[in-house]
């Protein structure tokens, strides 16, 4: 059992801050990595940090845990956070999350695989060819880079 579901045993569903990491990978074709959700939804990998674990290393272990994908050097981009990001899941869970949000163009390993489960597929998209499906916070990304404009 992980962090989060231990402290949900503690305090229920009540609104907690989640720290979580987000990357932009991005090929020598100018290409961005995304990774198609359990809800239908292109997202960027990434996900919540656990305890003792650094923001860039959370980054990197989602993105291969989630794609596959084997990423170095990362740069900070921006942190998302404030009331706007508010979530209230299907069970319950309230959260104000944190997303701090990086890119990488160091790929170690472009070999993609996903586990079925986080991810139900991944792969290099064109930014002009984004699927119609794509998360906002990808869009925000791309907009603040000003890459593929």
């Known amino acids: 059992m992980g962090y989060i579901e231990e402290l949900r045993k503690v305090i229920g569903t009540r609104a907690i801050i989640l720290v979580g990491a987000v990357v932009g990978v991005i090929n020598e074709q100018g290409e961005i990595l995304l990774q198609k959700r359990p809800e239908g939804i292109w997202a960027l990998p990434g996900g919540l940090l656990e305890l003792g674990e650094s923001a860039e290393e959370a980054g990197k272990r989602e993105v291969f845990e989630e794609t596959g994908v084997e990423i170095g050097h990362l740069q900070l981009v921006d942190v998302f956070s404030g009331e706007q990001y508010f979530r209230k899941l299907e069970n319950g869970d309230e959260f104000y999350p944190v997303t701090i949000v990086y890119t990488s163009n160091n790929i170690k390993s ?31 990304l791309i907009q603040k880079l000003n890459i593929g404009q």
């Open 110 to 140: 472009s070999n993609i695989k996903v586990d079925g489960v986080e991810s139900l597929a991944a792969g290099f998209f064109p930014i002009r060819e984004l699927p119609d499906e794509t998360s906002p916070l990808v869009l925000k």
